[in-house]
């Protein structure tokens, strides 16, 4: 049973446009985490939100982790074909549980020039 | 720094066949985990360590035995292959909550 679920599994849009990536669980995670995947390399880490209602900017990705920490989005704004990947979040159920986190998942997104 | 390695890169096996993947970093972190990855369903927790000498089961770890002897390596060992085990394993190592990956070992069970 995947305790994180990523909606939408696919989504392909032409460069330019704007995007969000959704993760939602029933249960309240202590802290959240967004990794993008590339073909055929391990997930690298995009960023961590630990406070529910916390909104993180990456240059155009933002991040929000919802007020009651069981949900969190990932928007990017103008994509560009470089932000081509597999999407994953994953969340730690305690503060000292970053050696087993819990993963969706994932998205796959495809921006085409 | 080389970061997580991991060995081999590919592997095909004959079910019934044991093998060890190996892992390893150079990063001093005290967790390390692995994880296998299969079309639709993420990434799962096989087994975990906290430290040397310190090990735990994730989510699936039927069919897998880990050790820890030292804070540098984590291997993973299949006793007995299975088609079932048929995955994309990938370890990690992490230290205050950031999660380093190596580039992952696919491996094929006939």
């Known amino acids: 049973t995947q305790l994180l679920e990523q909606s939408p599994q696919f989504l392909s849009i032409q460069e330019g446009e704007n995007l969000t990536v959704y993760c939602n669980s029933s249960s309240v995670f202590s802290s959240l985490q967004w990794y993008r995947q590339e073909p055929g390399e391990g997930p690298v880490l995009l960023v961590t939100?630990?406070?529910?209602?916390e909104v993180k900017k990456l240059k155009r990705l933002t991040f929000q982790f919802g007020d009651a920490r069981k949900d969190s989005s990932l928007h990017i704004t103008a994509a560009q074909p470089g932000d081509t990947g597999l999407y994953l979040c994953?969340?730690?159920?305690?503060?000292?549980?970053?050696?087993?986190?819990?993963f969706g998942a994932g998205t796959q997104v495809v921006v085409t020039p | 720094n080389a970061g997580v390695t991991q060995t081999p890169k590919f592997q095909v096996l004959k079910t019934g066949q044991s093998m060890t993947l190996q892992c390893a970093q150079d990063?001093?972190?005290?967790?390390m985990s692995w994880y296998r990855q299969d079309p639709g369903m993420g990434l799962r927790l096989i087994h975990y360590?906290?430290?040397?000498?310190?090990?735990d089961q994730g989510e699936v770890p039927n069919g897998y035995n880990v050790s820890r002897s030292t804070t540098e390596d984590f291997p993973l060992r299949l006793l007995s292959a299975a088609p079932s085990q048929t995955s994309v394993y990938f370890c990690a190592s992490s230290r205050d909550g950031t999660q380093y990956f190596g580039p992952g070992t696919r491996l094929t069970v006939l």
């Open positions: 990063m001093n972190h005290e967790y």
């Open positions: 360590s906290v430290g040397a000498g310190i090990t």
């Open positions: 939100v630990v406070t529910g209602g």
């Open positions: 994953a969340g730690a159920v305690t503060t000292d549980s970053w050696g087993k986190l819990q």
